[in-house]
Each structure stands twice: as C-alpha cells, then as structure tokens.
C-alpha cells in the first residue's frame, strides 16, 4: 500500500537558502516563466491562423509549443511560489501528481521531437512523396502516439515510486518533486527500483537521442547530392530542430542515466531544461525561420488593425 508510513508531506530546499539571493530569483523566476507562457502561446496562435504554415513540421511545431507551456507549468509556478514562502512544502500527495506530469510532458516532448526528426527525413530524403506519407491523418496519429506515449512512461515512474514507504526523512533537497531525489528518503532498499527507473527514462532518453542522430546523419548525407541553395534552407530548418534536441537531451541524459543517486549540480541542470529550454525554443524557432517570423508579423499588423477599428 502507498505510503503506509507517517510522512503527509514534503519539504524542498530550494534552490538557494539566501533570502536576498531567493528574493533575486523571485523576479527572474517569474519574468522568465511569463516569457515561455506568452512565446509559446504565440507560436501556437501564429501557426493556427497562418495559412501559409500548414505543413506537418508547422504543425508538429504548434504541439511542441504547447507541450513546453505544459511542462514548464508543472514546476515553475511552485518554484516562483516557494521562492517567497518561508517554509517550502508540498503534501504527499502533491508530489506523486507533480512527478506524474512531469514525466508526462517531458515523455511527449521526446517523442514529439523524434516525430520532428522524422518528419525532415521525409521532406528532405522523399520529397516527391513527403504530402503522401506525412498527411494530415498520419500526423494526428503520430501526435496521439507521443501522448500516449508520454502517459505510459509517466504511469511507469509513478507506479515505482509509489509504492515506496517514507517514515521519516522528508526534505528534498531539491525545488520540485522528482524520482531520483525521493529514492534517497525511503525507508526500503531501493536499488531495484532505482535499476528500473534508470531503465526506464533513461534508456528512453538515450534511444530517443540515438535516432535523433541516426536520422540527422542520414539527412546530412543525403543533402550532398543537393544544390548549394537547397543545403541552406534544410540545414536551416534541421539546424533549429537540432539545437532544440540537443539543450533538452543532454541534460535528461546527464539526470537519468546513472545510479540513482542526486548531485549538487542536479538542480541547476534541472533548471536547464524545465525552464531555459522551454524559454528558447520560440527564440530558436521563430528567429531561424523566415515562414515564422514573416507570418507572425502578419498577425501583428491583423491584430493592430482590429486593436484600432
């Protein structure tokens, strides 16, 4: 039975316990989560009312946004919260349903990123069949897959953690509720659960980068046989896709795949990729893809010109 044990709640360290350095970060914090929610939103708006960013990876884009606004809402505002509040606390039953959507929405995010990956393989390397294979009804199918994907690796992580007994310890040293950080606080031997969380999000992560690589080097080599003109748009469009991967991957990476044991750097690296990432990926996209900015600027001329009548 789940948490038979006498521990009703959490309590997190945070990321700082200077009052003056948490004040700091209240203001960041909160400017920067702003920043995802607003950016984010606007990629989602600029992609449903643009005609001209009808293709698949357009639309794969919008999901992504809003998969980040998501992901980013399942820590940030308890961490801005807690960032002004003297004693950092959470109930048990908090914790278990924030590890849940974390896990959610950062399994959709990997998998909507491999459907990316496969969707430039597709324009890039079968051009002439790309409208056929990547249709409306298959896109659908593909993002279903990432959710359902997303929920059945979150229900997998919830499941180990809980059934695990907490009776007595119970300070995170962490600013949200993960697996890894929890592992250190019960009260069993929890080597064979942390051997299948590893398993778990970390191999998932790790496969995922594999075919994220495997398909880009296929591009790549692929992108020999085309013009110089060609190269330049694909390697635009596969660049920023690229650089998304490669600041969300790399610190899963780092977080779960090893022992289950939590590093002073873990939060920082968190902070990494439920915050800044989120935060750039509007900047990466809309700057690096003449479509997108030219169709947000129409939807800012459209919007002023309803502000004014």
Known sequence: MANTYNVTE??????????????????????????????????????VTSRSLGSPMYFFLSYLSFVEICYSSATAPKLISDLLAERKTIPWWGCMTQIFFVHFFGGIEMFILT???????????????????MNRQVCMVLVGMAWVGGFVHSLSQILLIFQLPFCGPNVIDHYFCDVLPLLQLACSDTLLIGLLI?????????????????SYVVILLHLRTRSSEGRRKALSTCGSHITVVMLFFVPCVFIYLRPSTTLP???????????????LNPVIYSLRNAEVKKAMKRLWTRTMKLGGT
Request: hydrophobic share 60%; proline share 3%; glycine share 4%.
């Open 198 to 214: 590893v398993a778990n999000g970390g191999t998932l992560s790790v496969i995922s980068f594999v075919v994220l690589l495997v």
């Open 10 to 47: 959490f309590i997190f360290l945070g990321l700082s316990p200077n009052q003056e350095v948490q004040k700091v970060c209240f203001v960041i914090f909160l400017l920067l989560y702003v920043a995802i929610v607003l950016g984010n939103s606007l990629i989602v708006l600029t992609v």
């Open 265 to 279: 750097a873990d939060k920082m690296v968190a902070v990494f990729y439920t915050v800044v990432t989120p935060l």
């Open 115 to 133: 459907v990316m990956a496969y969707d430039r393989y597709v324009a890039i390397c079968k051009p002439l069949n790309y409208t056929t294979i």
